[in-house]
């Protein structure tokens, strides 16, 4: 009885311990890809205020939209690779609806920081650019991983979990194909 209580223990924790260590990954390659979108969406930032005149909101705006088509690609591709890759035009119009919203939350700290206080030089935009970016990067890990790029379902559900419909019907496909295979084997025999 000692024994199989602490394997009991063990299973659980070996469980949570690898759950923690794939989310784990999952923020650092999120990172990865939200930092290399941090600099294209600053650096574009700056081009377009200096190089257009642009008030400050609209070019931030643009460098936004720009870095979104960016980070979209390196999340399909690096951070979200494994995850579920149907319904392709679900996947792009939730992504376009939270990359707003995020837009939304980034800009709107930029314009209450500018219009609002008035704090517009060019290192009180790019501080205030930075806490936009900082805000909306929380709201978009938790929408992207939840909505975006879901997780496809594990291929051995847990013990007194239910299987997911797909896995049983690939399991009635390949029973009913051996079923045939040995009706058709015994029926050679018989002949």
Do not use: C
């Amino acid at each position: 009885m000692g024994s199989a209580s602490s394997g009991l223990r063990t299973r659980p924790r070996g469980a949570v311990r690898r759950r923690f260590d794939q989310l784990l990954r999952e923020v650092a390659k999120f990172g990865a890809v939200g930092g290399a979108g941090l600099l294209v969406n600053l650096v574009t930032f700056n081009l377009v205020r200096h190089a257009t005149g642009l008030q400050v909101v609209r070019a931030s705006v643009i460098a936004t939209i720009v870095a979104i088509v960016f980070n979209y690609v390196g999340f399909r591709y690096f951070t979200y690779r494994d995850r579920d890759r149907g319904g392709r035009t679900r996947e792009m119009t939730l992504f376009v609806l939270f990359s707003a919203v995020g837009l939304v939350i980034e800009n709107g700290v930029l314009y209450v920081a500018t219009y609002g206080f008035g704090w517009d030089s060019q290192l009180q935009s790019n501080v205030f650019k930075f806490v936009g970016i900082g805000v909306a990067t929380l709201f978009r890990f938790w929408s992207y991983r939840t909505w975006v790029f879901r997780t496809l379902p594990d291929e051995e559900p847990a013990a007194g979990q239910p299987e997911p419909e797909a896995v049983l019907r690939t399991r009635a496909v390949v029973d009913a194909a051996e079923a045939r295979a040995r009706h058709e084997r015994a029926r050679a025999r018989a002949n």
